[in-house]
């Protein structure tokens, strides 16, 4: 940070959004699949959660040791972000704000798509059901009854 300060900023607000903290784009999109995968498969997301906790972990070791690490010769003489480039990264920073405050700018729009699926899932998932109960009607109907 002491070479670049501007910069810092901006690597360690897309540092958070990769962290999925709160607010930004990256924790919608964890959040999301998270809670959707926990209601199929929770031993995936529990370990796809423990992921998520190492990868926390290395990226915020990486952005101590790449913008607090010691100053050599060759980082010393890197020159900070000019207008131009801030001029860039501000609209990259509003849309991590943007999507972590309102996801259902972008979310709604799928929406129509996400409802056909899950009922295109869950006739499947009923066709299968009556096809077992035609096979097997006894152990499918032990099954239902302990449901």
């Known amino acids: 940070t002491r070479a670049m300060p501007v910069f810092s900023v901006f690597f360690m607000i897309i540092c958070l959004s990769s962290l999925g903290l709160p607010g930004t784009n990256g924790f919608v999109g964890e959040f999301l699949i998270l809670v959707g995968s926990y209601q199929s498969v929770p031993v995936f997301t529990i370990i796809a959660t423990v992921g998520i906790i190492f990868a926390a972990a290395y990226l915020l ?77 006894v152990e499918a109907q032990v099954i239902t009854d302990s449901k």
């Open 61 to 137: 070791w990486m952005f101590r040791r790449v913008m607090f690490g010691p100053l050599t010769e060759k980082n010393r003489s890197l020159t900070d972000l000019d207008g131009r480039e801030i001029t860039i990264m501000i609209p990259i920073i509003v849309m991590i704000f943007w999507i972590g405050i309102y996801p259902s700018t972008f979310t709604q729009k799928t929406e129509k798509t996400v409802v056909a699926l899950l009922e295109k899932a869950k006739a499947a998932q009923v066709a299968y059901q009556m096809e077992q109960q035609r096979e097997f009607p």
